[in-house]
């Protein structure tokens, strides 16, 4: 099982890297036929379903570095499961739908390499059973989502939005990694599956808990729209429809429930878990459906729906009692059904009729009657109607907030005012642009292809089918899931349509009757545009770009100070800093140094040093730069000797080489220089003198200080020269260490040196006064 | 530059120049050389080249685009230490086969490491030299 789900999800990727490829040679079919690559995925992963809903964990491990505690482990438990069957089951249908969404497209192959590797990394994310590797595929996701918000990328808006997103995600992954780096030094595990079997409560006691705490939060609550990062989720609108509908409702904004579900063993346990999640997560709730109701486009009416419900997840997860967690585990299941079906829903009409604004659509239902029939669904569960799975959850919702001890009636009136909102907004994005009379719309309204409307449809009859056998649901996809969640393998969850007549019965009545209600009064909400605006000015969207707009004064200001395009001033920066921070470090006793066990003076040696001295001050005083060129080349090779001397015939071969090379960059670039016309005036003469004097004197000192330092053991060139030939096959020590012991390290710095080169090329390239055009 | 001393010369030095660096890429293991030193040396003959004939006729010589050679090397460079991974090891992890042959001496893929590291600088100094040649001849 363990090598299946690892295929099914390197499989996605494959798909991925191979879809602008095939693109280029097969055409739009593509999308289409590689939407079965997730399909298959899909199908893998539901015959998981009896194993893992008996209890046992479905597990796949390599060694990665295992010295850092870091492993390419997977483990696929009830949790895990409910996610990757979301994201391929859902991910099959948007492959389709962009395949429809996005025909004629040259970009398809492109997007869908995107947009594969997405769900790729969400699996990833979703089954990952260590907390680095989990963070890589969590920033991947974050990347990936930053290529497909700015898919259109000619629009300014997009970029925005896509680089908003970027920041505020990726930011928030990066404070969950130094939580993770912290759970793993108070631990001493970073495997997750070994975290949940610790005593519960164990990182709890730990004395930097709160830190660990807030910065995990800070990754769940940045990812999953959280007032008051809410604000990237309704831009990232910017998106294609099928980017929209996949990451912005049914997957990557759940990964920061998803985390806040996978720690909650281990992080529950303090009490300030239902303090900060609960009422964040219900502010997010109450924020996100007000807004909604603002909105006068469906697919941001959408995104901030989606907020709420990523509000409410979070509160119920927050809450934490075994029927909270069962609510939250089911409503995500019914959120992930009906909100992909309407967003896909919504991208048609936008397609189809060039119009997104609810007050300007209606009667398309005879013009596209699939479509609307999905929407409707859809709606229907969004709503909470009977028979749909989003009544059942709603149901269980009510229930764990009656449950809960919860400050008085306020999680009840809350979550009874969010669903008020939800019906009402339900109508809107579900009713309103399907029934009526049809309105006169930018493009002529028609049915669009199957591919965009057999997925919607699909999901809408699955929210049907979970809807009248909840039970079904509940045995194989939300029990185990809220197993995995309490860490408690014993606990089953069986849903339930009909719960006789009981209060939450009572508020699920009420709910439609009020929402109902609520409908009509939508139309003056949205041209309410005075409150929202107003609210728009002082929302936390402000406040990013009023510190990203600080940031990046702040890098232009320094840039322009450190790095002002004169080399001069940089040799000088690096300089005088390298000088501070190495003399500060330096012991007293260096200024004493100990010369035994150095090799003697030799007249050759010093001649050399002396002609070394020489020719570096000649080309201070040079007032050609010829002539200076011509002595920094003696002080160049008076090294190499130097090298020979000492018995280094590699260092000595290599500056040789260096030298002569830039001799003739030097000779290719001497044309182009002015001629040196203004020298620096004395004072600056005497500052350089004096900075260089110190530089070279705190190096000189450093290299007495390497000398004599010997941490305990014999020296590594020991080692290295004993075991050259033995493990490596090489006589060469140098090479040996560049090549075997240290190729790591090689490797390294071959990529720096062609990143560099890459950059020396765009310099040359893009120069000012170059015309446009010219290679 | 019109000088025919230096362009006859460069005629047969060129070829001497890039022999010579395989040579310092393969005998580096044991003696003095490696790719580094033999990169550089390749780069010469090509810097050279440009500098009698002009860039087109070094671009011509190199054949490929410098750019390409650089990614080229750094994946040489990248598979060489998947090598070890597919045998079992850590990446990187140099694999010999022990039988020396003649001129080469014996086979690993830290050689081939080497070969990488020998044509990622060998491209980046081209593409250094020609751009800025490039810049000169207008």
């Given at each position: 099982m363990g090598t299946i789900l690892i295929s099914a999800i390197a499989s996605v990727f494959l798909a991925g890297?191979?879809?602008?490829?095939?693109?280029?040679?097969?055409?739009?079919?593509?999308?289409?036929?590689?939407?079965?690559?997730?399909?298959?995925?899909?199908?893998?992963?539901?015959?998981?379903?009896?194993?893992?809903?008996?209890?046992?964990?479905?597990?796949?491990?390599?060694?990665?570095?295992?010295s850092l505690g870091i492993e390419l482990s997977f483990f696929a438990d009830g949790l895990?499961?409910?996610?990757?069957?979301?994201?391929?089951?859902?991910?099959?249908?948007?492959?389709?739908?962009?395949?429809?969404?996005?025909?004629?497209?040259?970009?398809?192959?492109?997007?869908?390499?995107?947009?594969?590797?997405?769900?790729?990394?969400?699996?990833?994310?979703?089954?990952?059973?260590?907390?680095?590797?989990?963070?890589?595929?969590w920033e991947l996701t974050s990347i990936t989502s930053y290529l497909l918000i700015g898919y259109y990328c000619r629009k300014e808006a997009s970029r925005r939005a896509a680089l908003q997103a970027l920041l505020v995600t990726g930011g928030g992954g990066l404070a969950m990694l130094a939580g993770f780096i912290l759970i793993g030094r108070e631990t001493g595990t970073l495997e997750i599956s070994s975290l949940l079997a610790m005593q519960p409560g164990a990182l709890v006691e730990s004395t930097v808990f709160p830190i660990i705490f807030t910065l995990i939060l800070l990754?769940?609550?940045?990812?999953?729209?959280?007032?008051?990062?809410?604000?990237?989720?309704?831009?990232?609108?910017?998106?294609?429809?099928?980017?929209?509908?996949?990451?912005?409702?049914?997957?990557?904004?759940?990964?920061?429930?998803?985390?806040?579900?996978?720690?909650?063993?281990?992080?529950?346990?303090?009490?300030?878990?239902?303090?900060?999640?609960?009422?964040?997560?219900?502010?997010?709730?109450?924020?996100g459906v007000f807004l909604a109701l603002g909105q006068k486009d469906l697919k941001r009416i959408l995104a901030y729906t989606t907020v709420a419900v990523l509000g409410t997840l979070t509160m119920l997860l927050g809450i934490g009692t075994p029927l909270a967690i069962k609510a939250c585990m089911a409503y995500l299941l019914a959120h992930a059904l009906y909100k992909a079906a309407?967003?896909?829903?919504?991208?048609?009409?936008?397609?189809?009729?060039?119009?997104?604004?609810?007050?300007?659509?209606?009667?398309?239902?005879?013009?596209?009657?699939?479509?609307?029939?999905?929407?409707?669904?859809?709606?229907?569960?969004?709503?909470?109607?009977?028979?749909?799975?989003?009544?059942?959850?709603?149901?269980?919702?009510?229930?764990?907030?009656?449950?809960?001890?919860?400050?008085?009636?306020?999680?009840?009136?809350?979550?009874?005012?969010?669903?008020?909102?939800?019906?009402?907004?339900?109508?809107?994005?579900?009713?309103?642009?399907?029934?009526?009379?049809?309105?006169?719309?930018?493009?002529?309204?028609?049915?669009?292809p199957w591919t965009m409307w057999l997925g919607p449809l699909l999901l809408g009859v699955a929210a049907i089918?979970?809807?009248?056998?909840?039970?079904?649901?509940?045995?194989?996809?939300?029990?185990?899931?809220?197993?995995?969640?309490?860490?408690?393998?014993?606990?089953?969850?069986?849903?339930?349509?009909?719960?006789?007549?009981?209060?939450?019965?009572?508020?699920?009545?009420?709910?439609?009757?009020?929402?109902?209600?609520?409908?009509?009064?939508?139309?003056?909400?949205?041209?309410?545009?005075?409150?929202?605006?107003?609210?728009?000015?002082?929302?936390?969207?402000?406040?990013?770009?009023?510190?990203?707009?600080?940031?990046?004064?702040?890098?232009?200001?320094?840039?322009?100070?450190?790095?002002?395009?004169?080399?001069?001033?940089y040799v000088l920066v690096v300089g005088a800093f390298t000088t501070l921070l190495v003399g500060r470090l330096l012991p007293l006793d260096a200024l004493r140094p100990d010369f035994t066990g150095m090799a003697g003076l030799s007249v050759l040696g010093v001649t050399t040093c002396g002609l070394i001295s020489v020719a570096a001050i000649l080309a201070c005083m040079a007032t050609s730069r010829f002539a200076a060129i011509l002595a920094l080349g003696v002080v160049g090779l008076g090294i190499a000797v130097l090298y020979f001397l000492y018995s280094a015939p590699d260092l000595a071969m290599t500056q040789i080489l260096v030298e002569t090379l830039t001799l003739v960059l030097f000779v290719l670039a001497f044309r182009s220089l002015p001629l040196l016309k203004e020298f620096s005036r004395r004072s600056i003469r005497i500052r350089d003198a004096i900075v260089s004097a110190v530089f070279g004197s705190v190096m000189c000192l450093l290299v007495l200080v390497a000398f004599q330092f010997q941490p305990g053991e014999a020296p590594i060139s020991g080692f290295m020269s004993e075991n050259s030939l033995l493990l490596a096959n090489g006589r060469n020590v140098v090479n040996v260490i560049l090549v075997d012991f240290r190729a790591l390290d090689t490797l390294g710095e071959i990529s720096v040196l062609a990143i560099a080169a890459l950059g020396v090329l765009s310099m040359l390239k893009t120069r000012p006064g170059k015309e446009k055009g010219e290679r | 530059m019109n000088s025919v001393i230096f362009s006859t010369t460069n005629r047969l030095i060129a070829g001497l120049l890039l022999l010579f660096s395989v040579f310092l890429l393969l005998r580096g293991h044991n003696l003095s050389g490696g790719g580094f030193a033999g990169g550089l040396v390749a780069a010469s003959a090509f810097a050279l080249q440009s500098l009698a004939f002009?860039?087109?006729?070094?671009?011509?010589?190199?054949?490929?685009?410098?750019?390409?050679?650089?990614?080229?090397?750094?994946?040489?460079?990248?598979?060489?230490?998947?090598?070890?991974?597919?045998?079992?090891?850590?990446?990187?992890?140099?694999?010999?086969?022990?039988?020396?042959?003649?001129?080469?001496?014996?086979?690993?893929?830290?050689?081939?490491?080497?070969?990488?590291?020998?044509?990622?600088?060998?491209?980046i100094v081209c593409m250094i030299v020609f751009s800025l040649g490039e810049e000169e001849e207008g």
């Open positions: 890297f191979l879809a602008p490829w095939l693109h280029r040679i097969a055409g739009p079919r593509v999308g289409v036929l590689l939407g079965f690559v997730p399909l298959a995925a899909f199908v893998a992963f539901a015959l998981m379903l009896p194993q893992v809903a008996a209890g046992t964990p479905v597990q796949a491990s390599w060694e990665w570095a295992p895990s499961l409910l996610f990757l069957l979301i994201i391929s089951g859902v991910g099959t249908f948007i492959a389709w739908y962009a395949a429809g969404y996005l025909h004629g497209d040259p970009g398809l192959g492109r997007f869908t390499l995107y947009l594969f590797s997405f769900m790729g990394a969400m699996l990833g994310l979703v089954c990952s059973d260590n907390l680095i590797l989990l963070f890589i595929f990754g769940a609550f940045t990812k999953s729209a959280q007032f008051p990062f809410h604000f990237w989720l309704p831009n990232a609108m910017e998106a294609p429809a099928p980017v929209s509908a996949f990451l912005h409702s049914a997957t990557m904004v759940k990964a920061g429930i998803f985390l806040l579900a996978r720690l909650h063993p281990g992080l529950s346990p303090s009490p300030l878990w239902t303090a900060v999640v609960a009422p964040v997560g219900a502010a997010t709730m109450i924020i309407l967003f896909m829903a919504s991208g048609t009409i936008d397609h189809e009729t060039g119009s997104r604004d609810p007050d300007h659509l209606g009667g398309l239902r005879s013009a596209m009657p699939f479509t609307a029939t999905a929407a409707f669904l859809g709606g229907l569960s969004m709503a909470g109607i009977p028979f749909l799975i989003g009544f059942v959850s709603k149901e269980y919702f009510y229930k764990a907030l009656l449950d809960a001890d919860g400050p008085g009636v306020l999680w009840e009136f809350l979550g009874v005012s969010a669903s008020v909102a939800m019906v009402a907004l339900a109508a809107t994005v579900a009713i309103k642009p399907y029934w009526g009379s049809l309105k006169p719309t930018p493009k002529t309204p028609h049915e669009a089918k979970f809807g009248l056998f909840p039970g079904l649901a509940g045995e194989r996809l939300v029990g185990p899931a809220a197993a995995a969640i309490l860490a408690d393998p014993g606990f089953s969850a069986d849903l339930k349509l009909w719960h006789g007549l009981t209060p939450a019965l009572g508020l699920s009545v009420l709910t439609l009757a009020l929402g109902g209600g609520l409908y009509f009064l939508t139309g003056k909400l949205r041209s309410a545009r005075g409150l929202y605006s107003f609210l728009a000015k002082i929302g936390p969207e402000r406040w990013y770009d009023a510190g990203l707009a600080g940031l990046l004064g702040f890098a232009k200001w320094q840039t322009r100070f450190l790095q002002n395009g004169y080399l001069r001033n | 002009g860039v087109g006729a070094a671009r011509r010589m190199l054949i490929f685009d410098p750019r390409s050679i650089i990614a080229a090397g750094l994946v040489v460079a990248f598979v060489s230490g998947l090598a070890g991974n597919l045998a079992g090891k850590p990446f990187l992890t140099g694999l010999w086969d022990k039988t020396p042959l003649p001129l080469i001496g014996k086979l690993g893929t830290p050689l081939l490491f080497d070969f990488g590291v020998y044509i990622v600088v060998t491209g």
